[in-house]
């Protein structure tokens, strides 16, 4: 099969179609890129293989008969089935979990891919594949709705890019008044009401908002947080970013701020909300490439021109 | 009157005693030096003038008379009496405090000082005046259980100086089950039942801890404790860094760890515990200087044979 893989470079190659070992086998459809995919090309997690974690596709194989044919997305996280996260059928947190085109398991970016069968979700018929290619990255975003409260928070929204858009369009949902701060007019044109932007260029910080959420990628993103929280505020953190951040601690010990990592969601509540119609995340496509141009699409997911960069695989 | 001062350099000098403008004028009989000091005397906030802010004294004038006489211990973030903070008689982060020896007010390193009256306790006969000048950091140590529920949380406590020693008696007494790694056997030593005690040099981090406390003055403490605490686990800074922290934040968010700063406690709640003889903070006293030794306290302070300094004033 067709693969996109990473090993010092990105390239195409042809690879054999994984072994199921009691994993479902699954036909990927469409996979999208993120900024994780990126870091990974610049050494970040030292991964090796094919890239890819977002993705849809149909079971070709499973040991389920009921899955078999079915349209499915599937969490990333693939844990040991028998530690306590796993027993409370949480497996993002087992120590020796893979994560699907991250760590220790080949990705999405390839014609077939294999998960175990509890990591997937049938996506109704209404759940178009553009939109269920969108779920990982949603669910990713509805991850801080279940770490926080919230509700009435007045919150600032770092960055304008794919994962700060699906932020703004799910914390107004659970109640957040929210603020985004973006470099690119033309990304800030791109977030709904109700949630406000701003340009970063004119940004003046305050103290003022309870909640700070970085998820510009940028080291300057969270000096930014920083300085835009109320003493005792919180900074969600969902970037990784490969460098360094050089943090001065005094500041979040003297005004006694809360930082909090925030990585992957819950599919059920992601595909819920588009199911639902109470957001369409799909307008973040920007571009859209064949697997056999996956080189070209890394290079595209790079532009000013980018958000969500999509591979039609089959 | 005599006071310590610093204006770039540490000095014993001659100021006039402080005017009182509606607040208490206190002679100061009692002094510690607190890391924050150090600090200050490199740099640290950028303030000039008296340092010190752990104190016990006797009330000389006073709007309320019945005070007047009295033993106090004060808490030493005055606030402006006006704003969201203060109306809810919480001026530790009052936008506009001034804090005692730190920001904007003349410090205890001196004959005499003066503070808002609602800012103090009068201290119990019991109550000695060495475990008196010690209810400011033991109250800072307080503070992380008015944060968070410690009870039952496995819990590292990452230094042995004063702050720690006295975060290694409170957590206890609110269920946390408290390891704590330090560098100094002799410290290690003063460390009470039932916390346990590490030496740093054996120290293999294994993510294992509920929460950590960095409690060592030192950046490396943080990545210390980043290592030691399990997926979703807490990191509390009690240290405020003159140096820049580098935090490599990937790990913040892959794993999600909540990052906590922690400041100033209730006097009230660590002077019960003193008066209650839930704990006896007065073994953490090394050193006792005459205020006119101040230079030489501080010099003291700094020694490998040092945990807390007191400044005899009066």
Chains 1, 2 share one sequence.
């Not at 993705?55 to 499973?62: M, S």
């Not at 409370?88 to 998960?115: M, N, S, W």
């Not at 997911?301 to 089959?314: F, H, N, T």
Request: hydrophobic fraction near 40%; proline fraction near 4%; glycine fraction near 8%.
């Amino acid at each position: 099969m067709k693969a996109l893989v990473f090993d010092g470079e990105l390239r195409l190659t042809d690879i054999p179609i994984p072994e199921r070992n009691g994993e479902a086998l699954i036909r990927v459809t469409h996979a999208g890129i993120c900024n994780t995919d990126i870091e990974l090309v610049k050494g970040y997690m030292g991964f090796n293989g094919v890239l890819g974690h977002e993705f849809v596709g149909r079971v070709e194989a499973a040991e389920n008969a009921a899955l078999i044919g079915k349209r499915v997305v599937g969490e990333i996280n693939a844990g040991c089935g028998k530690c306590e996260k796993c027993g409370a059928k949480d497996p993002r947190h087992c120590e020796i979990r893979t994560v699907l085109g991250i760590a220790g398991r080949q990705g999405a970016f390839a014609e077939y891919l294999t998960l175990p069968e509890s990591n997937l979700l049938i996506v109704p018929d209404t759940v178009s594949d553009e939109a269920a290619v969108l779920i990982e990255p949603l669910a990713a975003a509805c991850r801080i709705t279940e770490q926080l409260d919230v509700n009435g928070l007045a919150t600032l929204i770092i960055g304008d890019g794919k994962l700060a858009q699906l932020i703004a369009r799910v914390l107004p949902l659970s109640g957040a008044r929210c603020d985004l701060l973006g470099k690119h007019a033309w990304k800030r044109d791109r977030v709904p009401l109700p949630c406000k932007t701003m340009a970063l260029d004119d940004y003046e910080p305050s103290r003022s908002y309870d909640l700070a959420v970085e998820a510009s990628g940028s080291p300057e993103g969270f000096a930014t947080a920083r300085r835009s929280v109320r003493p005792q505020g919180t900074i969600v953190l969902k970037s990784t970013y490969a460098s360094k951040l050089h943090l001065n601690a005094a500041p979040i010990v003297v005004d006694e701020v809360t930082v909090l990592g925030s990585r992957c969601g819950r599919f059920e509540q992601a595909l819920s909300l588009v199911e639902d119609r109470k957001l369409d995340p799909t307008d973040l496509i920007t571009h859209r490439f064949a697997l056999e141009q996956g080189v070209e699409a890394f290079v595209a997911s790079r532009g000013s021109d980018a958000m969500k960069v999509i591979l039609e695989i089959a």
